[in-house]
Every structure is written in C-alpha cells, then in structure tokens.
C-alpha cells in the first residue's frame, strides 16, 4: 500500500480534461513537502512532469498543470491527446521514513 | 549531464542475494554530494523507494525493507551498490538507480534504463 493516495485510473476524450489527485498526509504533503509529478510510458523509466507542486521542465506542454493544497496535490491535464496515455505517479518527502514517496499511479487512458 | 546505468544478474535463485550496480556518468560520486536512490517498480505495478546514499556519509532505508538492503558507492568505479539479501517472488522487479541530485527533498531528475530482476529457481 503506497504512503500516497492516487486514483488507479482517469479516462477522458480527446480534447477534454482529466484531473489527478495524490492525497498525503501530516509526514509527507500536509508537512510543507513539495510534490513532484511524474509520466511513464510503457517500458521506460518515469520522467518529471511537474516539479516543486506546480513547474514544468523545459518541452513539458502547458497542458500539464499541478497544484498543492494542504495534504493533497493534483495533476490538471487538458487538451487530452491519444499521445498522453500513459501512468502517471505522484511523490513527495516523508519525514518520518527519511525518504522519497510515490502515490500507487494512475493509468490514464484517452478514450 | 548526469546519466545512469543500472547493471547485474537477470536472475536470482529464491533465498539468495540480488546485487545490482549503478555506473555513474557525468560526475564524479566522490566530489558531487548527491544523493543515490534505489527505486523497484514489481511488474504491473508501482514505484517503491528501497533506499537512499548520500555521500556525505549517511544511508536511509524504506523501514519494509531496512533487514535485508544494503546500498554503498565503489569510488574507484564510479558506482553504487545494491544488495537485497533473502530475496523471495516478491523482489522480482524493475530496478532503478535515480538521484536528486543535492537535495533529498528535490524531484528525481536522473534516473537510469532500469534492470528487471527475476527471483526464480
């Protein structure tokens, strides 16, 4: 069982917008610790999508958007595209295991 | 740029130790204070942190599995180490080597290939 809550799976059409959620708590996102967003593709390693809560890395299309709030964070994707079905992790610092957290992943699908 | 490589045996007989290497291009392990991180991904499902090295001179582990994981640096490779002892079905897995770089809070910018890892007899 992950230290982070997420959704085992988000669909959307084309074109719409999908939202992830990642849910903490007091040790980890509710502690002030940043949230980091990350895609994996099918047989590669994840890549960082959203850093520090609400960042992107440079060639990250600003349809990706995150947010933090309290012990929560989500991950805001619009102008969904066939090319964005993927899993999708959420991860933080947890102070009380001294050590990186991931939420269990969510497999978007574009229907 | 930084870049990782993750390297070892395939295949591990139940009850035996898994032991993994992450080679180290693009920075030196002994004049960068970087964190080293140990990730395994079971097929078809998440992402688990298995440990953290920092050169400085401290190592963490995740609490589930602290009994058996040993992770250290060979500075004259440019390498660190991963050990898992008593291996059982359970760590079959993808294993990453990742890094953060200086700051253990920071996202995992690197990460390497990844190495499936089959404990079987």
């Known amino acids: 069982q992950s230290v982070l809550t997420q959704p085992p799976s988000v669909s959307g059409a084309p074109g719409q917008r999908v939202t992830i959620s990642c849910t903490g708590s007091?040790?980890?996102?509710?502690?002030?610790?940043?949230v980091h967003w990350y895609q994996q593709l099918p047989g590669t390693a994840p890549k960082v999508l959203i850093y520090?809560?609400?960042h992107r890395p440079s060639g990250v299309p600003d349809r990706f958007s995150g947010s933090k709030s309290g012990t929560s964070a989500s991950l805001a994707i619009t102008g969904l595209q066939a090319e964005d079905e993927a899993d999708y992790y959420c991860?933080?610092?947890?102070?009380?295991?001294?050590?990186?957290?991931f939420g269990g992943g969510t497999k978007l699908t574009v229907l | 740029q930084l870049q990782l490589q993750e390297s070892g045996p395939g295949l591990v007989t139940p009850s035996e130790t898994l032991s993994l290497t992450c080679s180290v291009y693009?920075?030196?392990?002994?004049?960068?204070?970087?964190?080293w991180v140990w990730i395994r991904q079971p097929p078809g499902q998440g992402l688990e942190w298995i440990g953290s090295?920092?050169?400085?001179?401290?190592?963490f582990y995740n609490p589930s599995l602290k009994s058996r994981v040993t992770i250290s640096v060979d500075t004259s490779k440019n390498q660190v180490s991963l050990k898992v002892r008593s291996v059982t079905a359970a760590d079959t897995a993808v294993y990453y080597c990742?890094?953060?770089?200086?700051?253990?809070?920071?996202?995992?910018?690197?990460w390497g290939l990844g190495t499936l890892v089959t404990v079987s007899s």
């Open positions: 007091s040790s980890n996102i509710g502690a002030g610790y940043d």
């Open positions: 520090v809560n609400s």
């Open positions: 090295l920092y050169y400085g001179g401290s190592t």
């Open positions: 990742a890094s953060p770089t200086t700051v253990q809070t920071h996202p995992l910018d690197y």
């Open positions: 693009g920075a030196s392990i002994s004049t960068y204070d970087y964190y």
């Open positions: 991860q933080s610092y947890d102070s009380s295991l001294s050590g990186p957290i």
